[in-house]
Nanobody
């Protein structure tokens, strides 16, 4: 069983930065897909960034050039560095992990398909709130 804990959210002014962390306990394995999602009140959950264990990354158009996903395998932690934050980035942010073997080929591409059914079977964290004021 994998447990994910997000941290690093909080209030920030527009133009500021935050770094979210997602720490996993339990065996995620060496081959996995990890993604960050967000959900604002009254809106659908949307994928923000994803990273496959082969190092490939993908980003939603709305965050390209501002957000960076990374990992520290020694700490079993994944990060989302968020720069130049905008009020529309305000949301609850969640991390999700999917074992790579459950992804259709090509797996790195599937990892960046945020609407894929595999995310319904992912491990999810409890979320961390990001609030960006103008």
């Amino acid at each position: 069983q994998v447990q994910l804990v997000e941290s690093g959210g909080g209030p920030v002014q527009a133009g500021g930065s935050l770094r979210l962390s997602c720490t996993a306990s339990g065996a995620t394995g060496n081959n996995y897909c990890m993604a960050w999602f967000r959900q604002a009140p009254g809106k659908e959950r949307e994928g923000v960034a994803a990273m496959h264990s082969d190092g490939s990354t993908s980003y939603a158009d709305s965050v390209k050039g501002r957000f960076t996903i990374s990992q520290d395998n020694a700490k079993n932690t994944r990060y989302l560095q968020m720069n130049n934050l905008k009020p529309e980035d305000t949301a609850m942010y969640y991390c999700a992990v999917v074992p790579s073997f459950s992804l259709p080929y090509p797996r790195a591409t599937s990892c960046g398909n945020y609407k894929g059914s595999w995310y319904q079977r992912a491990y999810w964290g409890q979320g961390t709130q990001v609030t960006v004021s103008s």
